[in-house]
């Protein structure tokens, strides 16, 4: 299992997201990839979209399933990362570091009830119980 | 309706699987991971818990003649001691399911599909009711339990636990022995395209039988694999799944599986109209369709030729084997099919091309 970061927040989605300024990284949890099982495939959105808080903004697709990423908060995407698109295995290695998804340029709230670490892992010990 | 759990799941859990409702059964979906699986059953072998599978047993003097009027193939040619693959057909020529029959010198077998315990049952009996038939249709799902065991290993793990002499049992022939000192009957069947075996027993012996053939299989790299791969590995054979590739609106002449019907039987539910329809003229064919990398192709999603709308993916996945995306599909049967045409599939709204390639993608070298 990966270790979480405890300066980043999280998603109900299992989305993660740490804010520098006004650019903020977006991924995905070990715990989303741990759960889509074999990846085979990742569709970013591209430099210059515009995204609005809890939209979907990006797909991550396995052997078995197609999971959907919604973005935490609204922003013009600035830079993808393009690497997975051809290999995703940082992804399933290094979910919070090279395995990032997406940067956007910060314009207005993020969606409602983002998490600390502490409260993202009773989520899960709840949702495994 | 509560979920239904098999005789297995005790040792799916303590083995780390991962589960999966499945038509209502908690089953497991995957143990080590999909690919790994799949790749695992290829090169070695891989256990398979089928417990959830229907089976019914058909007894008394009118039984061959009560298979005669459900089952699609050609029974009557049938020796005993084999199997064939065929299907129930309603009176329209759509099936009901696809099945597996055994003919035994006393009782016929037949293999249903965990979604048609039930429905099955209940068709075949009533049958026997109408045709006035002097036959037992016994519903023995929950009686028996079914352990598949494929991949090209499954001789030198079943042999040491075995009372028959494997070598000398054909593919889809099937025999009465001992497994583990336990009364089974173990037929050379599969749905993985590889060789194997089907074993069916008395339920209580199921976590016995299954501990047996999982330790003798340790050495040989042999492990449980769960429906995921159970999934791919049928698609990569070629071999349909009921509701994918074959449901009460695809027939199996649309679907490929001609193989399983004898279009010259008259008696037979549903094949008189399977005829009318084959000398109309079928309006829609199977294909497979591969691509290299990119999205992957799911059941249901739209098949275009020249950007025109021609069909549907009836099943679809990433094949570990051919190292392919790969499809089945049901298409117009006026578009161009031979191997190398140029399909789109869409995706979101978007074409993704795949080409037809021949079928099926996998055939093991025998």
């Known amino acids: 299992m990966a270790d979480r970061p405890a300066d980043i927040q999280y998603t109900k989605t299992h989305e993660w997201i740490r804010i520098e300024g006004d650019i903020a990284t977006i991924g995905v949890t070990d715990f989303a990839v741990e759960h889509l099982g074999d990846l085979v495939f990742v569709d970013l959105p591209d430099a210059g979209a515009d995204l609005e808080a809890g939209e979907s903004a990006a797909e991550i697709e396995s052997v078995k399933a197609v999971g959907e990423i919604y973005a935490p908060i609204g922003g013009e995407v600035t830079e993808s990362n393009e690497d997975l698109s051809s290999d995703q295995s940082n992804l399933a290695s290094d979910p919070f570091g090279a395995g990032w998804l997406f940067k956007v340029k910060i314009s207005g709230d993020p969606v409602e009830g983002l998490m600390d670490l502490a409260t993202y892992e009773a989520q899960l010990e709840s949702e495994a119980s | ?366």
């Open chain 2, 1 to 366: 309706m509560s979920i239904r759990k098999t005789p297995l799941h005790a040792a799916h859990a303590a083995a780390g699987a991962r589960f999966v409702d499945f038509h209502g059964w908690e089953m497991p979906v995957q143990y080590e991971g999909i690919l790994a699986e799949t790749r695992r059953v290829r090169a070695h072998g891989g256990l398979f818990d089928l417990c959830h599978m229907g089976r019914l047993v058909i007894t008394g003097p009118d039984r061959e003649a009560l298979v005669e009027r459900v089952f699609s193939g050609n029974f009557s040619k049938l020796r005993h001691g084999r199997a064939k693959y065929g299907f129930l057909l309603n009176e329209d020529g759509y099936p009901i399911d696809d099945v597996l029959v055994y003919r035994d010198h006393e009782v016929v077998h037949i293999v249903i599909n965990a979604t048609g315990r039930e429905a099955d049952t209940a068709w075949v009996k009533e049958q026997c009711r109408a045709g006035g038939f002097d036959a037992t249709v016994e519903n023995v799902s929950d009686a028996q339990a079914m352990i598949a065991l494929q991949g090209r290993a499954s001789e030198h793990v079943l042999q040491p636990v075995c009372s028959a002499d494997l070598s000398a049992l054909r593919y889809y022939g099937f025999a009465n022995a001992l497994v583990c000192g336990h009364e089974a009957l173990l037929a050379r069947t599969g749905y993985t395209g590889e060789d194997g075996f089907e074993l069916f027993f008395e339920e209580a012996h199921a976590m016995e039988v299954w501990n047996a053939l999982a330790e003798s299989g340790a050495a040989l790299d042999v492990a449980p694999i769960g429906l995921g791969s159970r999934d791919l590995l049928r698609l990569e054979a070629g071999m349909p799944l009921y509701g994918q590739e074959l449901n009460l609106e695809i027939d199996p002449l649309e679907a490929g599986l001609a193989f399983g019907v004898d279009l010259t039987k008259d008696d037979t539910l549903g094949v008189p109209a399977l005829r009318a329809r084959k000398e109309a003229g079928v309006k829609r064919t199977a294909i497979s369709l591969a691509q290299d990398g990119g999205r992957v192709p799911r059941t249901g999603c739209p098949v275009l030729q020249d950007g025109v709308r021609v069909g549907i993916v009836t099943s679809g996945g990433v094949s570990p084997t051919v190292e392919r995306n790969i499809a089945r599909a049901l298409v117009d049967a006026s578009c161009a099919t031979e191997p190398g045409a140029a399909f789109d599939i869409e995706i979101r709204g978007k074409p993704h091309p795949m080409a037809a390639v021949a079928h099926p993608f996998y055939k093991r070298a025998r």
